[in-house]
T-cell receptor, first 113, second 111 residues
Framework: AQSVTQPDIHITVSEGASLELRCNYSYGATPYLFWYVQSPGQGLQLLLKYFSGDTLVQGIKGFEAEFKRSQSSFNLRKPSVHWSDAAEYFCAVVRYNNNDMRFGAGTRLTVKP | DAGVIQSPRHEVTEMGQEVTLRCKPISGHNSLFWYRQTMMRGLELLIYFNNNVPIDDSGMPEDRFSAKMPNASFSTLKIQPSEPRDSAVYFC?????????FGPGTRLLVL
């Protein structure tokens, strides 16, 4: 079965510290990969996406993600977290030539002052 | 670009009442998606349309739920009759190719 796994339900980091949010997927082939962020009471905002090419992709708000085919992973990173980054983060995948987007359960990020 | 527009943003209704949620996709997008988000089940795809035609409604919970897309710029999700377990945030998203853009959501509370 196709699935997206975000192993960490909740992560707490100090402001200024680095961040890595994990995402693993299981699909037959390389899907299209996305990270979205959801602030409280808001919709989902696209942070970045990977379709092909360079496996390190840059997104908005200083985020980046690296696709590792051998590990079926697409982890999100940020070198220095800001208090405004506190939110819920969702990894999502879409199979090639298919509109069906599957989401992970989300990782809630808390930022300590 | 105004983004995906949803109305109402909040809805409180009583059990048994009909609820209609509305969505205006981004102009030029040919796919539209309805999702439901709850604490217990996370984000669930209810139904999606391609060029105004429903493609996959396997996520629609039961016959009380129905969705329409009469034209490229408007879609509705209707719940009739509503039940307390329908309380959730309902999101609409649209896309032109693979990337979906989400609206702000409608927070529904059924008492």
């Amino acid at each position: 079965a196709q699935s997206v796994t975000q192993p960490d339900i909740h992560i707490t980091v100090s402001e200024g510290a680095s961040l890595e949010l994990r995402c693993n997927y299981s699909y037959g082939a390389t899907p299209y990969l996305f990270w979205y962020v959801q602030s409280p009471g808001q919709g989902l905002q696209l942070l970045l996406k990977y379709f092909s090419g360079d496996t390190l992709v840059q997104g908005i708000k200083g985020f980046e993600a690296e696709f590792k085919r051998s590990q079926s992973s697409f982890n999100l990173r940020k070198p220095s977290v800001h208090w405004s980054d506190a939110a819920e983060y969702f990894c999502a995948v879409v199979r090639y030539n298919n509109n069906d987007m599957r989401f992970g359960a989300g990782t809630r990020l808390t930022v300590k002052p | 670009d105004a983004g995906v527009i949803q109305s109402p943003r909040h809805e409180v209704t009583e059990m048994g009442q009909e609820v209609t949620l509305r969505c205006k996709p981004i102009s030029g997008h040919n796919s539209l998606f309805w999702y439901r988000q709850t604490m217990m089940r996370g984000l669930e795809l209810l139904i999606y349309f391609n060029n105004n035609v429903p493609i996959d409604d396997s996520g629609m919970p039961e016959d009380r739920f129905s969705a329409k897309m009469p034209n490229a710029s408007f879609s509705t999700l209707k719940i009739q009759p509503s039940e307390p377990r329908d309380s959730a945030v309902y999101f609409c998203a649209s896309s032109r190719v693979e990337t979906q853009y989400f609206g702000p959501g409608t927070r529904l509370l059924v008492l």
